[in-house]
């Protein structure tokens, strides 16, 4: 699973396992960028008693206590390489040996990988191995950032609403037009996350009957859109670097071909001869 913080990738994965015929069975997660070189390998396949210093009785890893259902592994590029060797066998084989251990303990196990990164640089880098990408690759989901679907924001603003008038004992109604106009046009770099930390905390601050512009927070009220830069490598046919300046605009537009044309200074007959072409 893809996307940027804060676009719901662990939600995606609890969608996944909790309608999926594994749902009775555990669903466990790791963060890998929260355990350190020297602990992700007990943490993942577990050890013996004696494998280290303070290893004093024997430990299931998280593929053994994930055995039947799913294991969640986020940020899955900061797994270290001599670490990726031994997660390649578990999704080859099904198999593996605790740290310090000999015994062969085979598992049966769903692996959802997540990341915020583009693994496919990080192979090409060196520092994720190419085998282990392939194996791991099977079903992608890619998550858009929230400003490339604006068209959600209405929904998740009304559903975090109702999910904390109901935890919070509340009764905002809604938000006003203008407000979610604002709410709409800002960048929300956290995504669905700083989106819902934000309403959470204009109605605990304010417990308006509806959220108006005065309830929004300062950043979001004084937003104004950055143009948006486009980048053309040189020796792109003109053709090319048209196409894709008139898709651009009119993204940024919203579809809108009248203001696309007034921004292109072109006549809007012309956005739509050139669509045709497109």
């Not at 979610?180 to 995504?191: F, R």
């Not at 009220?221 to 830069?229: A, C, D, S, W, Y």
Request: proline share 4%.
């Amino acid at each position: 699973i893809l996307g940027e913080s804060g676009t719901g990738k662990e939600l995606i994965a609890n969608a996944i396992h909790y309608n999926s015929p594994r749902a009775a069975m555990p669903f466990i997660k790791v963060s890998c960028a929260s355990l350190s070189e020297g602990i992700i390998e007990s943490e993942l396949f577990g050890h013996e008693k004696g494998a280290f210093t303070g290893a004093i009785a024997p430990r299931k890893g998280r593929f053994e206590m994930a055995h039947g259902g799913t294991l969640l592994l986020d940020e899955v590029e900061d797994i270290p390489p001599t670490t990726q060797i031994k997660f390649l066998r578990v999704l080859q084989e099904g198999e593996f040996e605790r740290v310090g251990g000999n015994k062969m303990i085979k598992v049966n196990i769903r692996i959802i990988g997540a990341s915020n990164r583009d693994l496919q640089e990080g192979v090409k880098a060196g520092a994720f191995r190419e085998d282990l990408y392939y194996r791991l690759n099977v079903v992608n989901i890619k998550l858009p950032a929230l400003r490339d679907r604006r068209e959600d924001i209405p929904f998740l603003v009304n559903f975090f609403i109702s999910k904390y008038n109901e935890k919070h004992g509340m009764k905002v109604k809604g938000v006003s037009q203008r407000a979610m106009n604002m709410i709409m046009d800002y960048q929300w770099t956290g995504n669905v996350r700083e989106l819902e930390n934000t309403i959470e905390s204009i109605m605990v601050i304010n417990s308006p009957e509806v959220i108006d512009v005065s309830h929004l927070p300062q950043e979001i009220r004084n937003f104004k859109e950055r143009p948006e830069v486009i980048s053309i490598k040189i020796g792109t046919p003109l053709a090319e670097v048209e196409k894709e300046l008139l898709i651009q605009t009119l993204k940024a537009t919203k579809g809108n071909k009248k203001k696309a044309a007034e921004l292109l200074g072109i006549n809007w007959r012309t956005i739509h001869r050139k669509m045709e072409e497109i």
